[in-house]
């Protein structure tokens, strides 16, 4: 089957920045793929060309074949976008905001107003359709941005990060919201910087990292990549995170990984047992106390942070008070580069 989206070799220069390099890319219809990344990774970049927004330096991108490049009015009228930024009217109504969408595709008036009375009713909008935007919460607002991206029945979906900014109940509606849109069939492509976004939402999941594409797989492709299990030792202090990748070298079957905002040491392991109880022999002859000290299964995190480099301490953000119910952004990680 031909992918849906097709990506090859794509390129993005940025004066001499070179904002995508030799980006690969194919997402198959009726599946979700979620392109994460820190911020400027490159994903809103790759999103604009796919939309034909912004041509490729380098490359060639189709959506159901057809060239983005080459025909940019018939990939608009086969894609929906819901871009970074909500781009509904404030000084009109939900309804209206859906309607002139509509009118814009070339629907007749009658045909409008039904596609947006069919928007509101998916997007459990309905009783709100007739307020003014101005007076809608974030997350409503963004239900609705995403509503106009559905006006004219794409046949690709893509949005950039949907969720960022909403808080944890506005951000599970919509992810409930899209899963809804993918079980009617929808092909999605998403940007994310949040793991738990790609995890629950995503068939296949591909990491951008300034401008390469540094992995691509199911969740659960990515999580094996890290090999076995995952040893995590919880340090007290900053300066404990350094001396633990040290007192930790070479217990697991790979190399110690620290992550400073969250003061913890995390190790791939092969051999569970083994490893849990050589850590807890060195780290007890280097006479350092730890939080915690477990073994689990591999997150998301733990590919992404295998595969990047690590922050130095002085880049590390400190956490905020009410932090602590969002997912982490990859920003947290965010390295000079
Ligand atoms: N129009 C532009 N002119 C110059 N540089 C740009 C332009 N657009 C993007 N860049 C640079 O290209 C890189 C990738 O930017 P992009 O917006 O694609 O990142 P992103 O992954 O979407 O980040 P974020 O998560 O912050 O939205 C960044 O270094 C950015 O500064
Ligand atoms: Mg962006």
Same mark, same amino acid.
């Given at each position: 089957?031909?992918?849906?989206i097709e990506?090859?070799r794509?390129?993005k220069?940025f004066?001499?920045?070179?904002?995508l390099?030799s980006?690969?890319?194919?997402?198959?219809?009726?599946?979700v793929?979620?392109?994460?990344? +820190?911020n400027g990774?490159?994903?809103t970049t790759?999103?604009?060309? !796919?939309s034909?927004?912004?041509s490729p330096?380098g490359?060639r991108?189709?959506?159901a074949?057809?060239?983005?490049?080459?025909d940019?009015s018939?990939? $608009?009228?086969?894609?929906?976008?819901a871009?970074q930024f909500a @781009?509904?009217?404030?000084t009109l109504?939900?309804?209206e905001n859906?309607?002139l969408?509509g009118r814009?595709?070339g629907?007749?008036?009658?045909? @409008?107003r039904? =596609?947006?009375?069919?928007v509101?009713e998916r997007?459990?909008?309905?009783d709100?359709?007739? #307020?003014?935007?101005?007076?809608y919460?974030?997350?409503m $607002?963004r239900r609705?941005?995403l509503?106009?991206?559905?006006?004219g $029945?794409p046949?690709?979906?893509?949005?950039d990060?949907?969720s960022?900014?909403?808080d944890?109940?506005s *951000?599970?509606? !919509?992810w409930?919201?899209?899963? /809804?849109?993918?079980?009617?069939?929808t092909?999605?492509?998403?940007t994310? %910087?949040y793991?738990?976004e790609?995890d629950r939402? #995503?068939?296949?999941?591909?990491?951008?990292?300034?401008?390469?594409m540094i992995a691509?797989?199911?969740p659960?492709?990515?999580k094996?990549?890290?090999?076995?299990?995952?040893l995590?030792? +919880?340090?007290?202090?900053?300066?404990?995170?350094?001396?633990l990748?040290?007192v930790?070298d070479?217990?697991g079957?790979?190399?110690?990984v620290?992550?400073?905002r969250?003061?913890?040491?995390?190790l791939p392991?092969?051999? *569970?047992v %083994?490893?849990?109880l050589a850590a807890?022999?060195?780290?007890?002859?280097a006479?350092?106390a730890? @939080?915690?000290?477990?073994v =689990?299964r591999?997150? !998301?995190?733990d590919?992404f942070?295998?595969?990047?480099s690590? &922050?130095? @301490?002085?880049?590390?953000?400190?956490?905020? &008070?009410? /932090?602590?119910t #969002?997912?982490?952004?990859?920003?947290?990680?965010?390295v000079?580069?």
């Amino acid at each position: 089957m031909t992918p849906l989206i097709e990506a090859a070799r794509i390129e993005k220069k940025f004066g001499s920045y070179m904002a995508l390099k030799s980006v690969d890319l194919a997402v198959e219809g009726g599946s979700v793929l979620a392109l994460l990344g +820190r911020n400027g990774a490159g994903k809103t970049t790759f999103v604009r060309i !796919l939309s034909t927004l912004l041509s490729p330096d380098g490359g060639r991108a189709t959506i159901a074949g057809v060239d983005v490049a080459r025909d940019p009015s018939t990939v $608009r009228s086969l894609i929906g976008l819901a871009g970074q930024f909500a @781009a509904v009217d404030d000084t009109l109504t939900g309804r209206e905001n859906l309607e002139l969408v509509g009118r814009l595709y070339g629907l007749r008036r009658k045909e @409008a107003r039904s =596609r947006a009375d069919e928007v509101l009713e998916r997007l459990s909008l309905t009783d709100a359709g007739d #307020a003014l935007v101005r007076t809608y919460s974030g997350g409503m $607002r963004r239900r609705l941005d995403l509503g106009a991206s559905l006006v004219g $029945r794409p046949l690709v979906l893509i949005m950039d990060e949907p969720s960022t900014g909403l808080d944890p109940r506005s *951000r599970m509606e !919509l992810w409930r919201l899209i899963e /809804e849109l993918v079980e009617d069939g929808t092909t999605l492509l998403l940007t994310t %910087q949040y793991l738990e976004e790609a995890d629950r939402l #995503a068939h296949r999941v591909a990491l951008i990292d300034r401008g390469n594409m540094i992995a691509e797989g199911t969740p659960d492709e990515l999580k094996q990549r890290v090999g076995g299990d995952v040893l995590e030792v +919880r340090a007290n202090t900053t300066s404990d995170v350094e001396k633990l990748v040290g007192v930790l070298d070479g217990v697991g079957s790979g190399r110690p990984v620290p992550d400073l905002r969250d003061q913890r040491v995390t190790l791939p392991t092969s051999e *569970r047992v %083994q490893t849990l109880l050589a850590a807890a022999r060195r780290i007890e002859d280097a006479g350092i106390a730890v @939080a915690d000290l477990s073994v =689990r299964r591999p997150s !998301l995190d733990d590919v992404f942070l295998n595969l990047t480099s690590a &922050p130095a @301490a002085s880049e590390v953000p400190r956490s905020r &008070p009410g /932090e602590a119910t #969002a997912p982490r952004p990859l920003e947290s990680w965010q390295v000079t580069g």
